[in-house]
Nanobody, 124 residues
């Protein structure tokens, strides 16, 4: 599986961005998809995860109510809608894929495939 993330950019605090991650292959629905981010001087952290069917999602606490992960399996694409952005959301955002399973998903080590990252900068 090859992943291509896009949609990053510079936005003012309070604004919105939508990230996209396009995947290659014919079995996209068999993969859980996750979004992670790595801020300046920080370790990579989990942001959100969606199951292969799209029926299950969860988020890290700091983005709940502001970010929404979704997917379109017909288009082999996962999205991250980010609203009410804050300066602390500034980071490189990565999408990742792993074989679908009913547990875990917060650990970067459980993902087998990674996109190249897209920069999100929120100005305060």
């Amino acid at each position: 599986v090859q992943l291509q993330a896009s949609g990053g950019g510079l936005v003012q605090a309070g604004g919105s961005l939508r990230l996209s991650c396009a995947a290659s292959g014919r079995t996209f629905s068999s993969y859980d998809m996750g979004w992670f981010r790595q801020g300046p001087g920080k370790e990579r952290e989990f942001v959100a995860r969606i199951s292969g069917s799209g029926g299950s999602t969860y988020y890290t606490d700091s983005v709940k109510g502001r970010f929404t992960i979704s997917r379109d399996n017909a288009k082999n694409t996962v999205y991250l809608q980010m609203n009410s952005l804050k300066a602390e959301d500034t980071a490189v955002y990565f999408c990742a894929a792993r074989g679908t399973r009913p547990w875990g998903g917060r650990e970067s080590s459980s993902y087998n495939y990674w996109g190249q990252g897209t920069q999100v900068t929120v100005s305060s």
